[in-house]
């Protein structure tokens, strides 16, 4: 069965631009094992060539999202050291109670 036009997910395109770009297969033999037209093989590889070079001059979400997630692992590193500091402080003080 035949896919709908349009239908390829970004994961098949960017699967189908990597293997165009190491050239180990010509771009007919990938499109014709992925099902779709040849045509559409070197304009995905020069949609990303041309586009590419926005994505590294603006940055990156991934180096963004990176970023964020070593803030937040920083703060709740922080937050996790401070509740233990203020439990074994609870524990002391209850234990200097008990037998001091």
Known sequence: MK???GA???EVKAWVV???RKQLKPGRQIAQDEG???VLVSQW???LEVR????CASGTAVGDEASKAERDCERLACKIGQLVSERCDELLDLFSV???
């Open 98 to 100: 008990r037998f001091g």
């Open 18 to 20: 990597l293997e165009a």
């Open 52 to 55: 590419m070079p926005e994505g």
């Open 36 to 38: 779709i037209h040849p």
């Open 8 to 10: 390829q997910s970004v």
């Open 3 to 5: 896919r709908k036009r």
């Open 45 to 47: 590889k020069v949609g």
